[in-house]
């Protein structure tokens, strides 16, 4: 009897990589290359080398910024001056000796195409993350996250301190200097302001009153007093490329009592979630906590009589690196447990068209026994 | 004889087209949809309707914000609870009965496979635009990139002004109010200022002495007087999304006779090239006008005896509108005729690793008879 050899398929794992995107797109090429452009460059990984291709025009500050063991090739070895439309993956793949790759789910199709039409397999990564290293931080990724985060608190104390250094005009808005304070006015101020300090913020949320009650509504127009002002502020550093990302709750001058009972429950869903975190739980386990506590403190989530959700109706969290939204996620849909080294945010909320939103938001790192906050600030509801 | 009934294939741009990105990475779907947010969400136009398919978080919002037209429909009804990683764009494609979809080139390869796989085909777009109407800007669009290119210039001036302010020390080296002026200060203090015009800049270049003979390094560390300081400007309307785009090569104090020569040269490619720009010339034509009178000037493009490329070797210039680099491109590549409504910049440069960099750069519409220039400042070399 004749065994039949068995074709054994080869883990994609071991594929080598490719890449091809610019920076602002792939948080994964940043993070492999080391380097920063605006315009689209190639990476690749094979058993043999780590490596970027880049234009003439970016080699000298490619050659300056890429990580340590990651060659830097100019790329125009790889264009035939006669067929300038022609892939240079493919020219690279032929050069290499390539014959299939490994490429990321937002790998662009037509790449994909020609790459295939030229005899070169390609396999779409499937699982949730083309470098799972990503999720778990090194001490010098959570050392970038938390300069980041440092940011944020800074321009979140001015926020605090223009609220306390507003005044109450006579129809119940907020001014400053003299002026009705805006949420326009503070997105643009504080922005300016992150610039200043090596960062860029955009769609900074400030948003007042019933505006709150949607989680992503940046917030326009006058701030009024007695009402919820939901402060979210999320900077990235234009030097490391890590996010800052934190979420404040103010009332400036004297809150409802449902606005109070609220806020109670947010905090309170924030510490439990805080308390169970650590290596091991999973997403799906931090939710329900933080989600428990609200609807035990009488803020069920569900659908309004306007027909909209209201509750508590987005996830607990989510990783926050390269990308301000990134794996693991604290949500219903992530079974799986975190690692240490993950940093996530913590984030509950509660939104009701009828009076607005109340979201307290730090960040966290996870580790074997618990967590490590990278916030200082106190979650507080009233500025007098 | 029985005719045999021949099969034509249909016109790819008949199918239906599907986007799938956030608009940050797809200024194809901003201007599609109208409709900013910078997590994933679905575009598709069918002959029936246009309709973007976005997260219940973003309902509200992009119902406020999405172009005239545009149906905005709320994508949970297309997830299924017990089976939360399927494609919506699958189930859309199955309620929808779309069995053959128009997709962008940089469509995510995973959704390609996903509706591949259940049967849906997916068709690349080869053409080098998706809507190739984005090239030729509407009279609002231009207003838009007017708006952008006025706040462009005010800060141009700013910097201008520092110039003008700023005293020469004994070291050579500018001083403004009492400290070393540096490309840092530069670039965190003015993208700030844009902030607080309500405009996003990043990565802009104050690039002096040798360093502006890069054309993509940001600059670095203090400005030397006598040498010249290449700014290239570049803001997005937090609004609008139009970007604008401008650069100034200014040296404070006295220039070289060389770098008096080159920025002479570079005043008449410029103005050469805006003379013969008009509906009908190619973008390559345009390239090589310019091209040519640096040549004639003296000012050879080619390699240095360092081995690196030197002299004019980029293009004349790219489409701004959306992104800040889109089609047409004024380049050798380019062998298309420009169209009216084209908004392009023109920016020749020269280049010399022993002195640094000039770069002139003005936005222009292109006319059935020439150009409409959005630009009103003058080029000038020497800041007293």
Chains 1, 2 share one sequence.
């Not at 080391?34 to 080699?59: H, M, Q, R, W």
């Not at 790449?111 to 001490?139: H, N, Y």
């Amino acid at each position: 009897m004749t065994q039949k050899k068995q074709k054994s398929s080869p883990d994609p794992k071991t594929f080598p990589k490719l890449i091809i995107a610019s920076t602002e797109e792939s948080a994964d090429l940043l993070y492999a290359g080391g380097f920063n452009a605006p315009d689209e460059f190639l990476y690749y990984e094979t058993a043999e080398e780590k490596c970027i291709v880049v234009s003439p025009l970016e080699y000298a500050r490619a050659a300056g910024e890429a990580n340590p063991g990651v060659r830097v090739i100019e790329r125009s070895q790889f264009i035939d001056k006669e067929k300038p439309g022609e892939s240079i993956a493919v020219r690279l793949s032929l050069a290499l000796g390539v014959d299939h790759w490994l490429v990321p789910g937002r790998f662009p199709l037509i790449e994909a195409e020609k790459l295939r039409s030229a005899g070169i397999e390609v396999t779409c990564c499937q699982a949730d993350s083309f470098f799972p290293e990503r999720e778990r931080k090194t001490a010098a990724e959570v050392k970038a996250i938390r300069q980041s985060q440092a940011a944020t608190e800074e321009i979140m104390r001015e926020f605090r301190q223009i609220l306390i250094d507003s005044k109450i005009n006579a129809r119940g808005y907020l001014e400053f200097h003299g002026k009705v304070l805006t949420s326009d006015f503070l997105r643009m101020e504080l922005e300016g302001n992150f610039k200043r300090m090596g960062y860029t913020a955009s769609r900074t949320i400030f948003a007042p009153g019933r505006q709150g009650a949607e989680p992503h509504n940046l917030g326009s127009g006058p701030i009024p007093a007695d009402e919820p002002i939901v402060a979210d502020i999320f900077p990235r550093s234009d030097t490391t490329g890590y996010w800052g990302d934190m979420t404040r709750t103010y009332v400036k001058g004297k809150a409802s009592p449902v606005v109070k009972r609220a806020f109670k429950a947010v905090l309170k869903a924030s510490e439990a979630a805080k308390k169970i975190l650590h290596a091991g739980v999973t997403g799906a386990e931090a939710h329900q906590t933080a989600a428990d506590v609200l609807t035990q403190a009488g803020f069920p989530t569900g659908c309004g009589r306007d027909g909209k959700p209201c509750g508590f109706f987005h996830g607990l969290g989510h990783g926050v690196g390269l990308e301000i939204h990134e794996n693991p996620r604290l949500s219903p849909l992530n079974p799986h447990p975190l690692k240490s080294g993950n940093v996530v945010s913590v984030e509950p909320g509660l939104y009701y068209s009828n009076w607005g939103g109340i979201r307290l938001e730090d960040l966290v790192v996870i580790t074997a026994k618990g967590i490590q906050c990278l916030n200082t600030m106190e979650m507080e509801l009233e500025i007098p």
